[in-house]
């Protein structure tokens, strides 16, 4: 079949032509330049194709300037990173899977559980693990930052999350009446100092976050003792085992 040239085709042609040029010329001068000898870099007209090709530039960049060093560091860098990510993101996905199947379970819980969580939450979690560098920020150490430090930390609000611990949740919890004007009080520094030195602020708020964790356990642990003792445990019904209309 006799292919024919038309205007459009050749239009095509030359955009694509001139699309490649334009992307790919200046990729071409920089290795060109990088394999140039010194005196070839301001020459009239400009060498397109070196003589005698070198890689001594490359070979200082590596070694004279430490180039090598850096690669390598840039390399254990990004390997740690990666994998302190899917790390906490896995031990986060199960956090949360564990709470959407908390959903759909056969036998009801006490109504009081609702005021709690199991483990700490995702996002309580990752706030957490910003703690040592919200404190970094603020402190003139370094040891905050420290890989050992923030790998620390990362393990243990990760073990945190997917434990059993009870923590309170705040969405459902009520403040007694003759502790609303105290706890409106408090909120209000809270605020007043996030606002002043949120750095400071945010650090110290997710540490008394940490405190509250043994006293959740503990008020738990106090509320199941109270509801066995007035349901026993053979008068709750799994709801599978309740009969339906179909």
Not at 25 to 33: G, K, N, S, V
Not at 179 to 202: D, E, K, Q
Request: charged share 10%; net charge positive.
């Amino acid at each position: 079949m006799k292919r024919t040239f038309t205007r459009a085709n050749i239009a095509r042609t030359l955009l694509l032509t001139g699309f490649l040029l334009f992307t790919f010329t200046p990729l071409y001068w920089m290795f060109i330049t990088s394999i140039k000898p010194s005196d070839d870099y301001l020459a009239v007209p400009p060498v397109w194709f070196p003589g005698e090709p070198t890689i001594v530039h490359y070979t200082a960049a590596l070694f004279a300037y430490r180039g090598l060093d850096g690669l390598i560091n840039s390399l254990i860098v990004s390997i740690a990173a990666t994998a302190a990510s899917c790390f906490f993101g896995t031990l986060m996905a199960y956090s949360l899977a564990r709470f959407n199947t908390a959903l759909v379970a056969d036998t009801p819980p006490p109504a009081w559980t609702g005021s709690y969580f199991t483990g700490v939450p995702a996002p309580a979690g990752a706030f957490l693990a910003l703690v040592p560098l919200a404190i970094s920020f603020e402190a003139e150490a370094a040891w905050p930052s420290h890989p050992i430090v923030v790998g620390i930390v990362l393990v243990a609000v990760g073990g945190l999350m997917v434990s059993r611990l009870p923590t309170f949740s705040f969405k459902k919890g009520r403040i007694p009446r003759h502790l609303v004007v105290p706890s409106l009080l408090v909120a209000a520094l809270t605020m007043g100092v996030i606002a002043s030195s949120p750095w400071i602020g945010l650090s110290l708020l997710g540490l008394i976050y940490l405190a509250l964790i043994p006293y959740s356990w503990l008020t738990y642990r106090r509320q199941a003792a109270r509801d066995r003792q007035v349901v026993p445990p053979s008068d709750v019904v799994p709801l599978r085992s309740v009969p339906t209309d179909h």
